[in-house]
């Protein structure tokens, strides 16, 4: 059962926290302000009105025509505060009812059981109450929107140094040596993601000195077989002709394809190759290298153009494609030449999925059935001479007739050589174009 994920940025999470403590903030505010308004407005109410009753109850005609509409005995008297007042104590009571607002009641003893009391509704206050209710919910609107514009700057910032220290790992990942998370994120502010960035920078300095020792020891070691391999295919040809002469040769001349192999492999990793570049027609270029690489091929000119390219490295990555094809893949071999595009396709069983996903890695084949033969050489050599090219390398397998492709069933492989239309200078970089406007 598929898990269900909700993709969210750190920017909307700070903001959704910060309006929710505030909204939780405001509403607790709001609820203690609230109550202690209406108490404290309820208790002035029930002086005011006592006061009121004790100042009828002191004037001479209180016990038999009382002023201001007090009574005495009046049947409405809440029972509670009517025993209270018959029991020679005085009081107050509030009288809550549900449509109307609160009654406040105040009531004295007159003696011979008499009960002076009076009554008024808490509309004045409860109007303030509800004045008071808008003001607080429109503070607490207030501070939630407040809150949230906060959360979004703040979130903001956050986010975006996050999304440069990603880029630019991103860019450390595909292999630009030269950057450095740390000064990607830069800003004055220091905070965690500048530990996660110097942590990057780290890990990438320690992976790239381990780089570079492999890298260093690959082309010693290349280097150092070159010489006893040479003089080991100088002695094989100094064998009588026969059967074990000639395995020896095959093995020899291997072995020295593969050191030669490894030793370039070794200087397109150093990133220190150059492309010497010249301008050639695409199409009329691929067309004879082919017919001279592999004549049984077939070459389709869809569109030529003229291109700035290295012609040596250019037919280094053909040749090699078409090896690869040949090698692993099945004829028909098709050479299509379309613009700044050079597609070499086969018709065998595709390219591993691992390939696909990851790209070519020496030592590994492009095929699934090594069968004993190949060192995984060729695409890397390709891929890395385009590189050098400023080009683009891609690998794709063709979905078989009638069906989606699937693992290990594929119609063919497609190896497509995309040009660069501006080439890179003699420095290994690319030249500024001046947009027009």
């Known amino acids: 059962m598929r898990r269900f994920t909700l993709r969210t940025g750190i920017r909307w999470k700070i903001t959704l926290a910060i309006a929710a403590v505030g909204a939780l903030t405001a ?10 308004a209406r108490v ?55 009288q809550e009812t549900p449509k109307r607002a609160p009654e406040v009641w105040a009531a004295v003893p007159l003696g011979n059981g008499q ?28 501070v939630v929107i407040g809150g949230s514009a906060l959360g979004v700057l703040i979130g903001g910032q956050i986010s975006r140094r996050l999304r440069k220290a990603a880029a630019a790992a991103q860019r450390v990942a595909h292999g630009d040596p030269e950057v450095r998370v740390r000064d990607a994120v830069g800003g004055v502010v220091r905070d965690e993601t500048d530990d996660l ?54 093995r020899a001349q291997a072995m020295r394809a593969l050191v030669e192999d490894v030793l370039e492999v070794a200087r397109l990793d150093s990133a220190s190759e150059r492309a010497e570049l010249q301008d050639v ?3 009329e270029f691929v067309s004879r290298r082919v017919s001279a690489l592999m004549p049984e091929a077939s070459v389709r000119v869809v569109a030529d153009e003229i291109v700035s390219t290295d012609p040596r490295r250019l037919e280094r990555i053909l040749g090699n494609l078409l090896a690869n094809a040949a090698r692993y893949g099945q004829a028909p071999i098709q050479v299509d030449i379309e613009g700044r595009v050079v597609r070499v396709r086969d018709h ?18 492009g095929s699934t059935d090594r069968a004993g033969v190949g060192h995984g050489l060729g695409l890397t050599i390709a891929e890395g001479q385009a590189r050098v090219l400023g080009a683009r390398l891609t690998f794709r397998n063709v979905a078989p007739p009638g069906g989606a492709e699937t693992e290990g069933a ?24 001046q947009l027009p406007g």
Do not use: C
Request: glycine share 6%; aromatic share 4%; proline share 7%.
């Open 410 to 433: 594929a119609a063919g492989a497609v190896a497509v050589l995309w040009l660069p239309e501006h080439a890179p200078t003699a420095t290994g970089s690319f030249p500024i174009i």
């Open 40 to 94: 404290s407005m309820l208790e002035s109410a029930r002086d005011s009105e006592l006061e009121r009753v004790q100042y009828i109850a002191r004037t001479p005609d209180a016990g038999r025509k009382p002023i201001w509409g007090a009574k005495i005995n009046d049947p409405e008297l809440p029972t509670e505060l009517r025993e209270k007042a018959r029991s020679g104590r005085r009081g107050t009571y509030i």
């Open 281 to 283: 027609a695409l199409g």
């Open 115 to 142: 009960v002076l009391s009076m009554h008024h509704q808490f509309r004045e206050s409860a109007n303030m109450v509800r004045d008071l209710d808008r003001a607080l919910v429109v503070g607490s609107l207030a």
């Open 197 to 250: 960035a110097r942590a990057v920078d780290a890990m990438a300095d320690a992976l790239q000195q381990r780089l570079e020792a492999e890298r260093r020891v690959t082309a010693d070691i290349a280097h150092e077989l070159r010489t006893p391999v040479t003089g080991l295919l100088t002695a094989a040809e100094l064998l009588p002709p026969g059967r074990p002469t000639e395995l020896v040769r095959d």
């Open 348 to 365: 065998g069983p595709g390219f591993p999925e691992a390939l696909l996903r990851e790209g070519p890695s020496r030592f590994r084949t």
């Open 27 to 36: 509403l607790a505010l709001s609820l203690v302000v609230h109550s202690a």
